[in-house]
Each structure stands twice: as structure tokens, then as C-alpha cells.
């Protein structure tokens, strides 16, 4: 039998609401559990005991127990901390997706960049051009300065294979 302090139930039961899921490794012998701080035999207990009454699924796996909070857990849990119905796991949570590959972000910031900089040239080369050119000069300047950005930034890396050469 293990004497468990009303303070270290509290935390461990308050981490399994917030979180909705809890690991703990198979050593009772450890001084305290790495997410809640609280002696490790005491968190493994507490959870043994919510899952003989059915609040939290429990999955085992290299010597770690995985417990995961149930519906009737989520009641359970929030009459014994005293906390409204509002307070809900962040399993339970819906969060936005993002698809976007790590590789496809790079390309566009690099693209994002090759556009700020050729802007930064052209500004730079207008401002020159500006000082030194009469008018009519100015709006050929201008406009081949233009051809020049589209040219920078609409030219793509091909990065297809060669039809007549072998990889």
C-alpha cells in the first residue's frame, strides 16, 4: 500500500486533464516522474487505480505505460479538481493543419527572397538613374529594368532530367 499526498494526486491528475494523455516509464524505483514531479511510484498507482475503475485506457510498451484519458475520465477527473466543463484535454482539442511541406516552405521563401532583392536593385539602379539620366533615358532605363525583374523572378530551376542524357 502506498500513502499518496492529496498535493501529488492533485498534480498528477491536474497534468492528465490538461494533457488527456500520460507516460510512465516501468521503474518504481525512480525518484520522481519526469512530467509532473511527483515520485514515479506514486504517479504509476494513481493511474493503476484510474484504470481499474475505467477512466483511462492503458496501452504497454517498452516498458512504458501509455494512459490515455476516457470520456468518463474527463468527468471523473474534473469532480474530484473541482473544475468547470469547459476545461477540455488537448487530445480533445481540433487544431489546424498545416499541408504544406518543410521543402515546399524553403522554395518559397527563396523565391520571397530572389523578388525582394532584385526590388532592391532595381530601386537602387532607379535612383542612380534618376540623377544622371535626362527623361527620355529614364523610361528606357526603367523599362529594361522591368524586363530584367521579370526575367529574375519568373525564371524557374528546372529540375526535370535531361531527355537525351542518362542520370
Known amino acids: 500500500m502506498v500513502l499518496i499526498t492529496k498535493q501529488n494526486k492533485r498534480k498528477v491528475y491536474e497534468y492528465l486533464l490538461r494533457e488527456g494523455v500520460i507516460?510512465?516509464?516501468?521503474?518504481p524505483g525512480l525518484p520522481e516522474h519526469k512530467d509532473t514531479g511527483v515520485p514515479n511510484l506514486h504517479a504509476m498507482m494513481l493511474l493503476k487505480s484510474l484504470h481499474s475503475k475505467n477512466y483511462v485506457e492503458l496501452v504497454f510498451c517498452w516498458h512504458h505505460f501509455y494512459y490515455f484519458v476516457k470520456t468518463e475520465g474527463i468527468k471523473y477527473l474534473r469532480t474530484v479538481l473541482g473544475i468547470p466543463d469547459e476545461v477540455v484535454p488537448l487530445t480533445y482539442k481540433?487544431?489546424?493543419?498545416?499541408?504544406?511541406?518543410?521543402?515546399?516552405?524553403?522554395k518559397v521563401t527563396k523565391d520571397q527572397e530572389a523578388e525582394a532583392e532584385a526590388a532592391e536593385e532595381v530601386a537602387e539602379v532607379e535612383?542612380?538613374?534618376?540623377?544622371?539620366?535626362?527623361?527620355?533615358d529614364q523610361e528606357e532605363v526603367k523599362k529594361a529594368l522591368k524586363v530584367k525583374l521579370n526575367k529574375v523572378v519568373k525564371t524557374p530551376k528546372s529540375t526535370t532530367r535531361p531527355k537525351n542524357k542518362q542520370w
Open 94 to 106: 481540433k487544431t489546424k493543419k498545416n499541408y504544406t511541406g518543410v521543402e515546399e516552405e524553403k
Open 127 to 136: 535612383e542612380v538613374a534618376s540623377a544622371e539620366v535626362s527623361a527620355e
Open 23 to 27: 507516460v510512465i516509464k516501468r521503474d
